[in-house]
């Protein structure tokens, strides 16, 4: 039975999420599969205080940057009226990538605020790997 090894980073990027721009907040390095039919499975989570306007906080996690491959279909918290100054928003996603041989692969966790006019502040950010 191969060896599996989990990759574990949390990390704060950012400080605050600028207006409704998608943002990377959290990031997870190195991650190395050496099996080409292996899955790495990925969990994020992220907890932010949003400004007054927010609708919605929307999170991904993308292949090595901002623009990198979206890994499967983002994630959303939202409403159809604006949260309110200082309401606690969080927002997890998991999700599965077939990248074949990887060494030393980066994954990003971004964050959105939807219909912000201001920041939003990053309180806890988690990316977790599983290679299976």
Do not use: W
């Not at 919605?56 to 009226?81: F, K, N, W």
């Not at 998991?94 to 030393?104: F, I, Q, R, Y």
């Amino acid at each position: 039975m191969p060896n599996v090894p989990n990759f574990t980073q949390t990390l704060d990027v950012v400080a605050s999420l600028t207006d409704d721009a998608e943002t990377v907040v959290g990031l997870l390095y190195p991650v190395t599969v050496a099996l080409v039919n292996e899955t790495i499975k990925l969990h994020g989570h992220v907890n932010v205080t949003v400004d007054a306007t927010t609708t919605a906080l929307e999170i991904g996690i993308r292949r090595d940057s901002i623009s990198g491959s979206l890994i499967g279909l983002p994630q959303q918290v939202g409403q159809t009226a604006a949260f309110g100054a200082g309401s606690i928003v969080a927002c997890d996603i998991d999700v599965e990538d077939t990248p074949g041989a990887l060494s030393g692969g980066t994954y990003v966790l971004t964050a959105a605020a939807t219909g912000a006019t201001g920041p939003s502040t990053v309180n806890a950010v988690t990316l977790v790997a599983r290679v299976d």
